[in-house]
């Protein structure tokens, strides 16, 4: 080996939110040691901009490249540990801040056992056992006083749907309902501690309903033609729920059913499908789907107790019957996080976030959202059908 000759120990680039960037702040190791080499920064925080230079090593030496500058994209950054081998079909947070995920994965890869719901400590997400099921998780929600309920079908002596309850110590029934064929979709809870559920169950007269488990025992509250996709309560405990439910044969006059702890009655009317209710911290009921204002542009309804107004001008072209927007969650200060079947000028799936003042873009994912939240602090959570770099579902944290 010749006196001249130069041995590359590492190579790779560094970045930072400052401009000359050493290897000391962060950097990302190529596998390849002489000539060029292609490198992914990665956990890089959305919308920032960001300094980059490759360098490479000889033994104690380091040398670099010219600099570049860009601004990251709105990725998301992924929460933890690769863990997941499904899909992840709901979130849901506690007081304390973690994060509870249900849906398609499975205590074995094979999906030969059974489906559980995971949790986020801050540092790792791990199986919360104690709680089985041979169904997908597909709800999640939380009590006021931070219990998280899950919907799951029990196995295998017996078949029925229903909704476990964590204490933040062991799993128990919150209730269940005989009945082998109907899954729970979606689920809330009040004030009073009631859990409320929807699916495709349907009573013995062959109409969909709401499953009620709390101070009052089980009881089936309703009784709709149309399929039921959303359910939310308000502070004074009224329930509500909307899908399919309509009054023109399928086609416009789409409402929404309350429950006011006796008696049902309707409120608003919408041209299609309502995809997702929930209320904000005003008490408001927001409502999103697949409808369209004069614009011809998709718009999130907000009713007040006496009148329906459109919040804000979401901008978002309308499509066909079906798309729409499908998520809503709200969050501290008045904030509301919207997610559907719509791309940003990048071709993304995103998440329109509205601060009370105006929407804006907040992440953008390569496929649709299937499912988010947010906690108190602020902290907003979301899955998609996209796999990371393993292959794997991951919940990602968006802002």
């Not at 011809?296 to 009713?303: H, K, T, V």
């Amino acid at each position: 080996m010749g006196a001249d000759t130069v041995i590359i120990i590492e190579s790779g680039i560094c970045v930072a939110t400052t401009t000359q960037p050493v290897i000391t702040n962060a950097k990302f190791v190529s596998t390849v040691k002489n000539g060029s080499f292609t490198c992914s920064a990665k956990n890089l925080v959305a919308k920032t901009t960001y300094y980059a230079r490759a360098y490479y090593k000889t033994g104690s030496r380091v040398t670099y490249g010219n600099e570049i500058s860009f601004t990251s994209d709105t990725y998301p950054i992924e929460l933890g540990n690769s863990f997941f081998q499904g899909q992840v079909l709901s979130l849901g947070t506690d007081l304390a801040g973690n994060v509870y995920a249900g849906g398609r994965f499975w205590h074995t890869a094979d999906a030969s056992d059974w489906s559980y719901v995971a949790r986020w400590n801050g540092s790792t997400w791990n199986e919360l056992t104690g709680m089985k099921s041979d169904d997908a998780v597909r709800s999640i929600c939380a009590d006021p006083q931070g219990n998280i309920f899950a919907s799951i079908r029990r196995f295998p002596t017996v078949s029925e749907y229903g909704m476990q309850k964590w204490n933040g110590t062991a799993w128990s029934d919150a209730g269940v309902y005989n009945s082998s064929n109907f899954m729970i979709t979606a689920s809330c809870t009040d004030q009073a501690g009631n859990v409320y559920a929807i699916g495709t169950m349907k009573n013995s007269a062959g109409k969909y309903y709401v499953a009620s488990w709390g101070t009052a025992g089980y009881r089936q509250l309703g009784n709709f033609n149309d399929l039921p996709l959303s359910i939310c309560t308000d502070k004074n405990g009224n329930l509500y729920t909307a899908g399919l439910m309509n009054h023109g044969n399928g086609f416009g006059n789409f409402y929404i059913a309350k429950w006011d702890g006796n008696t049902w009655t309707e409120t608003g009317n919408f041209s299609d499908v309502i995809f997702s209710i929930c209320t904000d911290a005003a008490g408001n009921l927001l409502v999103a789907g697949a409808f369209k204002n004069a614009s011809n542009l998709y718009y999130i309804g907000s009713w007040n107790g006496t009148t329906w107004t459109e919040l804000g001008n979401i901008n978002i072209p309308y499509n066909y019957y079906g798309d729409g927007l499908q998520k809503m969650c709200t969050g501290i200060n008045g904030a509301l996080y919207v997610a559907g079947d719509f791309k940003n000028a990048k071709g993304r799936y995103y998440i329109a976030k509205w601060d009370g003042n105006s929407w804006s873009e907040l992440n953008s994912f390569n496929k649709p959202v299937l499912a988010m939240c947010a906690d108190n602090k602020g902290n907003v959570y979301a899955s998609s059908n996209a796999t990371n770099s393993k292959g794997l579902w991951y919940v990602a944290k968006c802002n």
